[in-house]
């Protein structure tokens, strides 16, 4: 049997009731090698109390595997199944551990396997992240924009920061279609799309195409003046963009009308009202000539 054991792929680890290791197959040995481990016997090394040190290191994926052990050493449940990274300075890997329990003689004993899942990993995340973009513009799609701003948005009400909305039209962009032909109108969203994106490089920002000719971007943890900072830096690379449009009323060349709304998220409203303030200020932004920023701050009270 441990010759069989020595053969497979995935890393096999047997503990007792008390956490202790019993039994490590090759590769496991070989992986903890590879990966410039200490442990150069495992044969009682405690495998919760590896756990519990992960996870009082900050890292929540020992802290998760060590509670599902837990339970099926309690009798809580019969299996236990966990996907989690592993990634070393060189690669992105993923491992799924799975956990059993078998009975030998008078003794329970919990068998836990860890299979490399990388491929499959990276296949999924590819699938995803192609569900998340538009198909023109290549930046996020509307759906992907709703999720991401309402996480954010959960996350600035928490540590009670400030998060920005600006809504982005194109003005005129008919007529832009109607001289020039469709073609000549995708390649102006493509442009604009790529112009957008040098805007929203953190962590908490997006951009996306809103509809149509409409974008949207959002700044977490950013006020209304950092964030009027940028939009107006935007504003201006879009018109030097010089996409034409000769019959738009107020300038030969492609420009934007944006609403900008910054709020601090309080418990009592939701992301909505900030989206209703923006589109406001948008059509204010349109209703005053085009090719400007209109802007107000909320404090959300």
């Not at 236990?80 to 030998?104: G, K």
Request: net charge negative; with cysteine; charged share 25%.
């Amino acid at each position: 049997m441990k010759s069989v054991l020595d053969t497979i792929t995935e890393h096999v680890v047997v503990i007792d009731r008390n956490g202790d290791i019993q039994y490590v197959n090759r590769s496991w040995v070989r992986f903890g090698r590879d990966n410039n481990c200490l442990i150069g016997v495992w044969d009682g090394i405690n495998y919760l109390a590896a756990c519990e040190k992960s996870a009082a290191m900050g890292d929540e994926f020992g802290l998760e595997a060590g509670e599902g052990i837990k339970k099926i050493i309690a009798g809580e449940q019969e299996g236990f199944y966990f996907e989690y990274p592993c990634h070393s300075p060189a690669e992105i890997r993923w491992f799924v551990m799975r956990v059993t329990s078998f009975q030998l003689e008078e003794n329970v004993y919990y068998v836990i396997s860890h299979q490399n899942i990388t491929e499959r990993k990276l296949a999924e995340e590819k699938v995803l992240s192609l569900s998340r973009l538009d198909g023109l513009t290549n930046i996020a799609n509307r759906r992907y924009f709703d999720e991401f701003f309402h996480n954010e948005w959960e996350r600035c009400a928490r540590l009670n920061m400030p998060i920005s909305l600006a809504i982005i039209d194109v003005d005129y962009f008919k007529l832009l279609n109607d001289t020039y032909g469709h073609l000549v109108g995708d390649e102006c969203l493509k442009k604009i799309g790529n112009t957008l994106k040098r805007f929203s490089r953190r962590p908490g920002d997006i951009c996306a195409r809103y509809g149509g000719e409409e974008f949207s971007m959002v700044f977490g943890n950013l006020g209304i003046d950092a964030s009027l900072d940028i939009v107006n830096k935007l504003l201006e690379a879009i018109r030097e963009l010089k996409i034409p449009n000769e019959k738009s009323p107020i300038s030969p060349t492609i420009t934007v009308s944006i609403g900008l709304a910054t709020m601090h998220p309080r418990d009592h409203i939701d992301e909505k009202q900030l989206i209703t303030i923006a589109d406001k200020l948008l059509y204010a932004a349109k209703d005053s000539g085009r090719n400007r920023i209109v802007y107000q701050y909320e404090d959300g009270i």
